[in-house]
């Protein structure tokens, strides 16, 4: 009876079609839904893989409206989530006529503070320019008149703009019910909107942030839930092993030298001398970044904790920092009740005094968490590829990481799979969705990720005609990516295909340094073929702002790295050209990933296959789902990366990849343009002349 609901409801004749014009019944739209319903009745976990076009955001919506339960819903980012929010919902609520509340639920740094709105604007010095003073009036204005606090919703301040970080609050500045504003408060009135809504809409940033805070006892950030849906869940990983671990820079410890001073001359100036306590913090901090100078001549700028140069001089730095705060919070603690200044910059020192000393222990990180640890037997999979064993939730990984102006000590897990999984109910239901959570048809990887062993996991292929809407191709005779040359003969090979081009293009880079030069390069070509085409490239503007000019030229070239990867929606012939100059292998200067690589090797397994091979796989695979978005695009997606080809792992990751026609002669490339360019023309496939599958 409930598979007739769900096929009534996505039929031709059903209320989405008549509700929404554009809608088409599509089988693997239906069949997701139903396989998302049945998890939901039994309190199942249930990784589904749906390909792009299959319309998995409505598959696992309608369920939830139909569940009768409270559902969460997770996001990759906060655009996507403002998307879902803003257009999907409603639409399929007002379609199905059914009266279901939703609320939108953002990390408190999203939300406008007035406790901290205030205090800015009561300090004649903190603004640093002209246009800070235009942006703290927007801001104002903006504070009396929304309902929701919601930063996204003013537009005429760059969502980068320094002064959101002196206008929002944070865990440890939020004065909670001592704040003069609680009563106003948006964070409050965004949760109280939460708690009681059938589906709140959150990101996954906010998710993980709720589950660390639980690890330490905090359960005030996200309401229970029945169902919790995942969409774009391949990011899940990641995300989960930034926010399950520790982060301190020396921009904080001065931020807390100057709120210490501040705070304590404003509201105790008899106790104590508080401008020598707020100097001690700020010498200290800078006696240990300046003790970990000799990092910024390291690669990357970054060592691991028992890599660091000057060992014995870092260790002492940061034993005096902590004694340091350790007076410090002695002497804020005494006069914390004075003044919400006070017990704010108490609360602050606390937790940063608290997050170094984690970070100094030897018994959960450092050198330990390298020992071969008990795990899962090894299973291969379809004899092509390995899936790691899973380390123990105790070990974990530290680092020092220098920038410009600041210093960064970081510590992350190195398996989030035990902390995570745990953290479901067996009375709840988890849904993960993403077009790239399997490799070559096998989800043991992303599993292994999270520790989502007992999972029934599911795919369903685009319904896109890939062989006749797109081609994939391989340039011959380019150099392997280390070469020195390697740009100039990569650009030199795309050239005639961006010529041939009449749309947009789309260049996608593995590193920053190579979005410079290859952009430099393109733009050489441009200028010497007198071309008024439009070059944008990652770092000229914002994101948001690159794109939105991107899809209004219609034919721009556009260079960008590994925020350009995923999350671009450019249908048309306003992207008809996605080139990508090298497999997606993560940075061998990552410590997270070293230190994982180290772990497998010591326990006799293979990291290559295990980890980086798999990991490159669904990055690709993102990646190139940038080309086809609808029914109706088509375009060449251009490997500059001769690996793909000639390495025996390369086939595990073309295979990945939609099923365009694949070729490596560029005359058949050039023959497709023409084809797809000259309207009413006939459509031939590109022959395959890269091996076949």
């Known amino acids: 009876m409930l598979f007739q609901e769900l096929s009534d409801i996505f039929s031709p004749n059903g209320p989405i079609a008549s509700a929404v014009p554009d809608f088409r019944p599509r089988p693997a739209q239906l069949e997701l839904a139903q396989a998302i319903e049945k998890a939901v009745q039994e309190r199942q976990v249930l990784v589904a893989e749906a390909g792009t076009g299959t319309g998995k955001t409505w598959a696992y919506l309608v369920p939830a409206f139909l569940c009768g339960g409270k559902v969460l819903v997770s996001t990759g980012t906060r655009t996507l989530q403002d998307q879902l929010f803003r257009r999907d919902l409603p639409r399929l609520r007002a379609a199905l006529a059914l009266p279901i509340t939703v609320a939108l639920l953002k990390g408190r740094g999203n939300y406008v503070c007035h406790y901290h709105l205030e205090r800015l604007a009561g300090d004649d010095r903190a603004l640093k320019s002209r246009a800070e003073i ?31 970080n002196r206008v929002t609050s944070t865990r440890e500045n939020c004065l909670g019910q001592e704040c003069p504003h609680v009563r106003d408060c948006f964070v409050l009135k965004a949760r109280r909107y939460a708690q009681d809504a059938d589906l709140v809409v959150v990101n996954h940033a906010l998710f993980m942030a709720d589950l660390a805070l639980r690890e330490d006892g905090i359960t005030d950030l996200l ?52 401008s020598e306590a707020g100097k001690k913090i700020e010498h200290a901090a800078r006696e240990l970044r300046l003790a970990a100078g000799a990092i910024d001549k390291l690669p990357g700028r970054k060592a691991i904790y028992d890599a660091i140069p000057n060992a014995e001089q870092f260790d002492k730095a940061l034993e005096d920092l902590l004694q340091v705060l350790d007076r410090s919070t002695q002497l804020l603690h005494v006069v914390s009740e004075k003044h919400p200044d006070l017990g704010a910059a108490h609360k602050t020192c606390l937790d940063l005094r608290a997050k170094l000393f984690q970070w100094s222990q030897p018994d959960r990180q450092g050198r330990n968490a390298l020992a071969p640890a008990d795990a899962a037997a090894r299973d291969e999979a379809d004899g092509s590829i390995a899936i790691a064993p899973v380390p123990s939730a105790s070990l974990a990984v530290r680092w020092v990481e220098q920038s410009l102006h600041h210093m960064r000590l970081h510590s992350a897990p190195l398996s989030v799979a035990q ?17 790239t959570l399997s490799v070559g048809g096998n989800f043991g990887h992303f599993q292994k990720q999270l520790g989502l062993w007992d999972a ?24 392997l990516p280390n070469d020195g040359l390697f740009n100039e003969k990569f650009v030199a090979a795309l050239w005639p295909l961006v010529e041939a081009s009449s749309g947009g293009v789309l260049v996608l880079c593995t590193t920053l340094r190579s979005v410079e030069r290859i952009a430099e390069l393109l733009q050489d070509e441009l200028d010497s073929a007198g071309s008024d085409r439009v070059l944008l490239r990652q770092g000229e503007s914002s994101r948001r702002v690159l794109l939105e000019r991107f899809r209004a030229e219609k034919n721009a070239v556009l260079v960008g790295s590994a925020s350009f990867w995923e999350g671009i929606d450019v249908p048309g012939d306003a992207l008809t050209l996605v080139a990508i100059d090298k497999l997606p292998f993560a940075p061998p200067d990552d410590p997270v990933l070293e230190a994982r690589l180290k772990l497998c090797r010591n326990e006799g397994g293979n990291p290559f296959m295990e980890y980086q091979v798999p990991e490159a796989a669904i990055a690709l695979k993102q990646g190139a789902g940038r080309l086809i978005r609808s029914e ?47 309207p009413g023309a006939p459509v031939e496939d590109a022959e395959e002349t890269m091996p076949s599958a």
């Open 134 to 164: 235009g942006q703290l009036r927007h801001i104002q204005v903006f504070a009396q008149q929304s309902k929701t606090g919601d930063r996204a919703d003013l537009v005429q301040v760059p969502e980068d703009a320094d002064i959101w």
């Open 223 to 274: 309401p229970a839930a029945d169902v919790v849906v995942f969409d774009e869940a391949h990011q899940l990983p990641d995300i989960a092993t930034r926010f399950l671990g520790t982060s301190v820079s020396s921009h904080q410890l001065l931020d807390l030298a100057r709120q210490v001073e501040a705070a304590g001359l404003a509201h105790a100036r008899e106790s104590t001398n508080w």
């Open 419 to 435: 902390i995570f999984s745990r953290y479901r109910r067996d009375d709840q239901a988890w849904i993960f969705t993403s077009a």
């Open 456 to 479: 029934t996991t599911l795919r369903w292929e685009s319904p896109f005609d890939y062989a006749q809407q797109g081609v994939l191709f391989v340039p011959k005779n380019l150099p």
């Open 632 to 678: 109706r695009d088509w375009g060449v997606l251009m490997v500059g990366d001769s690996r793909i080809v000639d390495k025996p792992y390369g086939k595990l990751l073309w295979r990945g990849l939609p099923p365009f026609a694949r070729t490596r002669d560029v005359a058949q490339v050039l023959g497709f343009f023409n084809r797809k360019q000259a």
